[in-house]
C-alpha cells in the first residue's frame, strides 16, 4: 500500500472545496450536488473531521458522507500517492507504458476466465468485466463463435464489477436478428443524450434462437447490471441469483493533484428506452432469486428443462432426460442405507465396488475410482462421468447378483458378480 499523507483543517477545506465544486460541476443530479456540498460544510463546521489526520482516512469518510446523502456507489474520492499520479497525467503515457498496460490485459485475457460446453450443449462462460471492445473485441467475437452451436448460454456475471458499454454492445448483438435500442446515456453537462444500439454485424452466426441466462450476485456492479438489466427488459433472458450491487451512473475521474486526491464522479445515468429508467439504487431484481453459490446450478437445470419442454425430437428428448435426471441427483442425492450399500460389494467381471467409510466406489480394471451417488435404491452415478451410470440387479432370491453398466444413447452391457 502507498505511503499515507498527514493533512491538516486547512487541507481538509481545500479538499471539501475540490471536491465540491466538481460535484456542482458535471454530477449527474445538481440538486443532490447540492445537498451534498452543504452535508459536508456542516460537518466540516462542526468539526467532526478534527481527529482525522490520514489522508486516505479522510477520504473513506467523505466517501461515506457523500453516499449518505446521494447512495450513490459510484461516488467516491481516495488518496493518491505520487506514483499513482503519476500514471494519471492525462495523455501522457508513453508508448512503452501503452504497451505494457495492453500486455497486462492480455494476460488476464481481457476478463474471460472460463468457457465450456455443458452437458445437454449448453454453453458457459464466466467474465469478469466488460474490457473494451477496441483491444477485447477477438477475444470476444472467438467466446461466441465456440458457443455458436449450442442450445442455450449462461452468462456467469457474478463476480463481474462492470466496464465498456462497447463490450456489451458487442455481445448483445449476437443475440438479436433486427437493430435493438440497448441503453442510453443522458449527460448532464451536455444536456445530451448517447444511445446505443446492437451493431449491424457481427463475426460469426448470430444466436438468436439460444436461451440465454445470467448469473448474479450482490457483487454484479455497474456495466454488468446493464447487460442484466437490458437483457430482462427485453425479454431475451432469464436472470438468476441475487439482486445486483445497484451502480447505474457512467462515471469520470477528476484528480486534484496538488491534493493527492482523486474522485470517481458520475456524471450521467443510464435511461432504458423500454422502462425509462434505471437500477441506481435497486439493483436488478432476479427472476428466479437464489444465493449466489446456487444460481449456476440452478441455471443449468432450468436450461436443460426449457429444451426438454419445447423438444420434438424423441431421441433428443431422451438425452435431455438423462441429463435432468443426473442433475436432480446431483442437486438432491438419495440416501441409501448402509446395510444395502454393503450387499453392492463385491466383484462382477472387470467391475469392482468397494464400501469405504459408507461411500461406495466403483472401479473398472485399472481405470481411476469414482464415487458412487445414488438416484436411487438401486442406481448410481458418478460426478465425473456424465455419459454413464450403473444398475444393481437381484435374483429372484433378493440377493445382488449382476451390475449393468447404462450409457448416455441407450447401450447398456452387464457383468455377473464374482464374488
Not at 465544486?21 to 478534527?50: S, T
Not at 466517501?63 to 461516488?75: A, F, M, Y
Request: proline share 4%.
Amino acid at each position: 500500500m502507498p505511503p499515507d499523507r498527514t493533512i491538516d483543517a486547512q487541507t481538509q477545506k481545500e479538499i471539501i472545496d475540490s471536491v465540491t465544486c466538481a460535484l456542482n460541476e458535471i454530477y449527474v443530479f445538481p440538486d443532490v450536488a447540492q445537498k451534498m456540498e452543504k452535508h459536508l460544510r456542516k460537518k466540516y463546521q462542526k468539526k467532526e473531521y478534527k481527529e482525522i489526520t490520514s489522508l486516505r482516512d479522510f477520504g473513506q469518510k467523505l466517501t461515506e458522507n457523500l453516499q449518505e446523502i446521494s447512495k450513490d456507489r459510484h461516488l467516491r474520492v481516495m488518496f493518491m500517492s505520487d506514483e499513482m499520479l503519476a500514471g494519471f497525467q492525462g495523455d501522457t503515457l508513453t508508448d512503452e507504458e501503452k504497451k505494457r498496460e495492453l500486455e497486462k490485459r492480455q494476460r488476464d485475457n481481457f476478463c474471460f476466465k472460463e468457457i465450456k460446453l455443458l452437458e445437454g450443449n449448453i454453453g458457459y462462460i464466466d467474465f469478469r468485466c466488460f474490457s473494451d471492445a477496441g483491444d477485447a473485441g477477438p477475444t470476444a467475437v472467438a467466446a461466441m463463435n465456440f458457443l455458436a452451436h449450442t442450445d442455450a448460454i449462461i452468462f456467469d456475471l457474478r463476480q463481474n464489477g462492470g466496464g465498456s458499454p462497447s463490450m456489451i454492445q458487442l455481445i448483445s448483438s449476437y443475440f438479436f436478428d433486427e437493430p435493438v435500442h440497448l441503453n442510453s446515456f443522458y449527460i448532464r453537462k451536455s444536456d445530451s443524450t448517447h444511445q446505443f444500439w446492437t451493431q449491424s454485424h457481427v463475426q460469426g452466426p448470430r444466436m438468436t434462437d439460444v436461451d440465454i441466462y445470467v448469473l448474479t450476485s450482490s457483487r454484479t456492479f455497474s456495466g454488468a447490471e446493464e447487460f442484466t438489466y437490458n437483457f430482462k427488459n427485453l425479454k431475451r433472458g432469464t436472470i438468476i441469483g441475487e439482486t445486483t450491487g445497484g451502480g447505474a451512473h457512467p462515471v469520470d475521474g477528476r484528480i486534484f493533484s496538488n491534493l493527492n486526491v482523486g474522485m470517481s464522479l458520475p456524471f450521467g445515468r443510464a435511461v432504458n428506452p423500454i422502462t425509462g429508467t434505471n437500477w441506481e439504487g435497486t439493483g436488478v431484481e432476479p427472476d428466479i432469486k437464489v444465493p449466489a453459490d446456487e444460481a449456476f446450478e440452478v441455471a443449468h437445470f432450468e436450461a436443460l428443462k426449457k429444451l426438454y419442454d419445447k423438444c420434438k425430437d424423441e431421441e433428443r428428448k431422451e438425452e435431455l432426460d438423462w441429463h435432468i435426471s443426473r442433475l436432480n441427483a446431483l442437486r438432491n442425492p438419495v440416501t441409501v442405507d448402509a446395510s444395502v450399500l454393503q450387499e453392492y460389494a463385491g466383484v462382477y467381471g472387470p467391475r469392482k465396488i468397494t464400501l469405504e467409510n459408507g461411500v461406495l466406489y466403483y472401479q473398472r480394471e485399472d481405470n481411476p475410482k469414482y464415487r458412487a451417488i445414488p438416484m436411487g435404491n438401486d442406481t448410481f452415478i458418478f460426478e465425473k462421468l456424465d455419459y454413464f451410470r450403473i444398475q444393481f440387479i437381484r435374483d429372484s432370491s433378493g440377493l445382488v447378483n449382476e451390475i449393468v453398466g447404462l450409457y448416455l444413447g441407450g447401450h447398456q452391457d452387464s457383468h455377473k458378480r464374482d464374488r
